[in-house]
């Protein structure tokens, strides 16, 4: 989604406040994200968790299933 966008790994990674290492560590997957580090991911890139897992080819966020806390 990075290169789609033409985003570097130095913009990402201060946009997200990360190291560029640690971009090019997932990229590469030499290292996993965490579930805080994903969420940053696809909060940054408006997807679905399960769409950057590759769990569907749907990047839409089904906003159905979300709780509303405000209550």
Excluded at 8 to 26: E, F
Excluded at 45 to 57: E, I
Aim: include cysteine; hydrophobic fraction near 35%.
């Amino acid at each position: 989604m990075r290169k789609t966008k033409k985003i570097s790994q130095v913009k990402l990674a201060m946009d997200l406040n990360m190291s560029q290492n640690n971009i090019s560590r997932y990229e590469t997957e030499v290292r996993q994200a965490d579930y805080k580090t994903l969420i940053a991911f696809g909060d940054y890139f408006n997807v679905s968790v399960d769409f950057l897992l590759g769990r569907t080819d749907n990047p839409e966020l089904n906003c159905k299933f979300l709780i509303d806390t405000k209550k």
